[in-house]
């Protein structure tokens, strides 16, 4: 079928702005919302490439400034109709910010800001301590991590700290507000954003043991059934502690105490205290304590095959903000661990430089953060400035090779894609904090564009933003409740893994941009999880 996909929620004034078709059309027109002609332009034809399974032909149309609602037209074909103008992403980082909300676990949701997704409190009871005879502990609170009920350490870290780390490198996000319950501080209110990132830290917090060390996670012992929240009763457990939970919890405290120590003293300190006893834990036992599932247990793994990213994230939190050469030192050592450990062909070509990873499980791109966020002339500093701006030339590169404009190579189309994509964005946002460049400019855009609809799947993978936005996400409380799933959730994307029967039904040779069918049942291709929406955050943080 012939169309044209384009971002279907907006484009900011200056910003390189493309469609791309699917069929030839060597003219096309952009219409705004009087159904005037306002562009006549030519399209150049790109042809195909490896991931999207379309021969593709661009209209620019970057000389489209003025504030409106637009559509491009070419032949008898429309497209979505789209915005251009200075707020083009305001609503869209509301909702994205407010999902965390609409996440929480425990306390139940408030109608006064829920409104129809209003729920009872959740997970209240006590947690048994899995395999041991002790007593059962409180660790209500956080955030659900996605469709499922699951509260996972290393998940929710990671989520935490690309909402913060978006905060240090741009302090405008503290002003976006998203209606959720005010909460005061020693300054007064704390910032929106900082009142819903406590409640997952203030969950975190419960799930460091007295040694410090940090439980993987607290879930049922078998994924619930589609129902509400508030009638998951099963018994919930904290399964075993792993050094991968509490170096990246370490990390975390120390990267929440530089923000909220502004705010709250005594929270500030509080969060330092149980970063060091996390760390004090991870040097009283210096190997790699891994997580697997207990035997039977079908909840969320998140596993990883070494700590050396986590460890290397937890020391240059500390070093950025103590000041303590010990940290330093120690982020240096871990370095040539991280290096050493050799993945393969298959995993560099998916997941570019190791010390540019964000993900939930490699995690030394958040160590090289605060490495950066740190001048202090090192060698550490060089070294991780130079890996994210050639990741970032790598980037770039990616772009030029399909029609899209679109950073990932087919590798990158496995569960939670759109994450790998937002994960590149924040590598790009970086590298254009450390060197602005037009073209890593223009390589979000695109990407920006990918997410919100100029895919050949022609879908906008945002929750409630985009003429033609996905609605079936694989959520619980949404299918349970019979409501349209709230706005500003970020599907995972289209995946050649297929991990669900439904996915399977798609044709083995679907090409990887295609792989997605917005359907319930797809969790390996359209499921939602915290760590999904911050990246966007993120990257939205960047262009305020
Ligand atoms: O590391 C390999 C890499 O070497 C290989 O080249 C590549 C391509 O095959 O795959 C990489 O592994 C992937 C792994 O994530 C790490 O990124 C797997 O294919 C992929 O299946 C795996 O998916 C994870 C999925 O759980 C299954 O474990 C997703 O990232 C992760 O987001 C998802 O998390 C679930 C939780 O378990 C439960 N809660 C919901 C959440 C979201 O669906
Ligand atoms: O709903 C679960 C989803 O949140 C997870 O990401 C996924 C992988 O852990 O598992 C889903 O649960 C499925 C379970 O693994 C197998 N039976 C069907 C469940 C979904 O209805
Ligand atoms: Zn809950």
């Known amino acids: 079928m ?42 150049t034809h790109f042809g195909t490439d490896e991931i999207s399974g379309e021969d593709t032909y661009i209209a620019d149309f970057s000389p489209i400034k003025n504030q409106g609602m637009y559509k491009i037209l070419a032949g008898d074909v429309s497209s979505a109709s789209f915005f251009v103008g200075d707020n083009a992403f305001g609503k869209l980082m509301e909702d994205v910010c407010k999902c965390f909300y609409y996440l929480r676990c425990g306390h139940g949701l408030d109608k006064k800001y829920a409104g129809k997704y209003y729920h009872d409190p959740c997970h209240v009871s006590k947690a048994t301590v899995y395999g041991e005879d002790v007593p059962a502990v409180d660790v209500c609170g956080g955030w659900h991590d996605a469709g499922d009920y699951g509260r996972y350490s290393t ?17 405008k996000l503290l002003d976006v507000e998203f209606d959720i319950p005010k909460v005061s501080c020693e300054k007064g209110l704390l910032p929106d954003i900082l009142a819903e990132v406590k409640v997952e830290l203030d969950f975190l917090m419960k799930m460091q043991r007295e040694d410090g060390s940090v439980w993987h996670k607290v879930t049922t012992f078998s994924h619930a059934p589609f129902i509400m929240p508030e009638d998951d009763k099963e018994e919930l457990y904290l399964f075993s502690v792993s050094s991968l939970a509490t170096a990246d919890i370490a990390a975390v405290f120390a990267l929440a105490h530089s923000v909220y120590a502004i705010f709250d003293k005594s929270y500030g300190d509080l969060l330092l205290e149980k970063a060091l006893k996390a760390y004090e834990w991870l040097e009283a036992n210096p190997k790699p304590l891994l997580f697997k599932n207990a035997e039977g247990s079908n909840t969320g793994e998140y596993p990883e095959n070494e700590d050396y990213s986590n460890r290397f994230w937890a020391a240059a939190a500390l070093y950025e903000v103590t000041g303590e050469k010990k940290y330093y030192e120690d982020a240096l050592k871990q370095k040539p661990l991280i290096e050493a450990y050799d993945k393969g062909d298959a995993f560099k070509e998916y997941t570019g430089n190791i010390f540019t990873c964000f993900g939930w499980a490699d995690v030394a791109g958040l160590g090289a953060l605060s490495v950066i966020l740190n001048d202090d002339g090192s060698e550490l500093h060089a070294f991780v400035e130079n890996a994210l701006i050639e990741e970032a030339e790598r980037l770039v590169e990616n772009a030029s090779e399909n029609g899209f404009g679109l950073c990932m190579k087919k590798n990158n189309f496995i569960w939670g894609s759109n994450m790998e994509l937002l994960k590149y964005l924040m590598v790009l946002t970086v590298a254009n904090e450390i060197k602005p460049a037009e073209k890593f400019v223009n390589t979000i855009t695109a990407g920006i564009d990918y997410l919100l609809g100029c895919n050949s799947m022609d879908v906008s993978y945002v929750t409630g933003h985009g003429e033609k936005a996905f609605k079936n996400p694989h959520l619980r409380p949404t299918f349970a409740g019979k409501l349209e799933a709230w706005p500003g959730l970020v599907s995972g994307g289209p995946n050649t893994g297929l991990q669900d029967e439904r996915a399977q039904s798609l044709p083995k040779d679907t090409a990887p941009m295609k792989c997605y069918i917005d359907h319930v049942d797809c969790y390996s291709l359209n499921e939602i999880t915290i760590y999904w929406n911050s990246p966007l955050v993120f990257v939205l943080a960047g262009l305020l």
């Open 2 to 43: 012939n169309k044209i996909f384009v971002n279907q929620v907006g484009f900011l004034p200056n910003s390189e702005k493309r469609a791309v078709l699917n069929f030839n059309a060597a003219k096309f027109q952009v219409i705004d919302a009087n159904g005037e002609s306002v562009f006549k332009g030519e399209t």
């Open 155 to 171: 998940a929710g870290a990671v989520a935490v700290a690309h909402l913060l780390y978006a905060i240090r490198f741009f302090p």
